[in-house]
Protein backbone atom coordinates (compact mmCIF):
# COMPACT_ATOMS: atom_id res chain seq x y z
CA UNK A 1 0.00 0.00 0.00
CA UNK A 2 1.10 3.60 -1.24
CA UNK A 3 1.54 5.91 1.74
CA UNK A 4 1.43 9.43 1.94
CA UNK A 5 1.56 12.12 4.27
CA UNK A 6 -1.15 15.18 4.32
CA UNK A 7 -1.02 18.13 6.15
CA UNK A 8 -4.54 18.17 8.68
CA UNK A 9 -5.36 21.65 10.78
CA UNK A 10 -5.84 21.24 14.51
CA UNK A 11 -9.04 21.56 14.27
CA UNK A 12 -9.95 19.06 11.82
CA UNK A 13 -7.21 16.52 13.50
CA UNK A 14 -9.50 16.86 16.42
CA UNK A 15 -12.63 16.21 14.76
CA UNK A 16 -11.38 13.06 13.06
CA UNK A 17 -10.23 11.82 16.41
CA UNK A 18 -13.93 12.51 17.80
CA UNK A 19 -14.81 10.50 14.84
CA UNK A 20 -13.03 7.39 16.01
CA UNK A 21 -15.27 4.57 16.69
CA UNK A 22 -12.82 2.91 19.33
CA UNK A 23 -9.00 3.38 20.27
CA UNK A 24 -7.61 1.35 17.38
CA UNK A 25 -8.73 2.65 14.92
CA UNK A 26 -6.62 5.20 12.66
CA UNK A 27 -7.25 8.01 10.56
CA UNK A 28 -7.41 6.36 7.64
CA UNK A 29 -10.30 3.96 8.85
CA UNK A 30 -12.27 6.84 10.23
CA UNK A 31 -11.65 8.68 6.82
CA UNK A 32 -12.76 5.85 4.78
CA UNK A 33 -15.52 5.21 6.63
CA UNK A 34 -16.86 8.86 6.68
CA UNK A 35 -16.65 8.81 2.84
CA UNK A 36 -18.55 5.46 2.65
CA UNK A 37 -21.10 7.16 4.52
CA UNK A 38 -21.22 10.35 2.21
CA UNK A 39 -21.36 7.94 -0.77
CA UNK A 40 -24.30 6.21 0.26
CA UNK A 41 -26.00 9.58 1.55
CA UNK A 42 -25.89 11.30 -2.21
CA UNK A 43 -27.34 8.11 -3.97
CA UNK A 44 -31.19 7.84 -3.86
CA UNK A 45 -33.14 4.51 -2.88
CA UNK A 46 -35.40 3.46 -5.56
CA UNK A 47 -38.36 3.65 -3.03
CA UNK A 48 -37.08 7.84 -2.67
CA UNK A 49 -37.16 7.89 -6.53
CA UNK A 50 -40.61 6.21 -6.57
CA UNK A 51 -41.23 8.72 -4.07
CA UNK A 52 -40.36 11.94 -5.84
CA UNK A 53 -41.97 10.44 -8.76
CA UNK A 54 -45.48 10.11 -7.15
CA UNK A 55 -45.02 13.48 -5.97
CA UNK A 56 -44.39 14.93 -8.86
CA UNK A 57 -47.21 12.82 -10.71
CA UNK A 58 -49.50 14.70 -7.92
CA UNK A 59 -48.75 18.30 -8.10
CA UNK A 60 -49.29 17.75 -12.43
CA UNK A 61 -52.65 16.19 -11.53
CA UNK A 62 -53.57 19.39 -8.75
CA UNK A 63 -53.55 16.80 -6.06
CA UNK A 64 -52.68 19.33 -3.95
CA UNK A 65 -53.30 21.38 -0.82
CA UNK A 66 -52.60 24.94 -0.54
CA UNK A 67 -51.29 26.09 3.81
CA UNK A 68 -54.59 27.55 3.73
CA UNK A 69 -57.11 24.64 2.69
CA UNK A 70 -54.97 22.37 4.69
CA UNK A 71 -55.40 24.46 8.05
CA UNK A 72 -58.95 24.69 7.56
CA UNK A 73 -59.26 21.21 7.15
CA UNK A 74 -57.52 20.71 10.22
CA UNK A 75 -59.38 23.66 11.65
CA UNK A 76 -56.41 25.66 12.36
CA UNK A 77 -56.04 29.49 12.09
Excluded: P
Excluded at 32 to 59: F, H, P, W
Amino acid sequence: MEQSTIKLSKKIKNDLKKQMNHQGETYEMVIARLLKISYEDDTLSKATIKNIEEGIADIKAGRTYTTEQVKKRLGLK
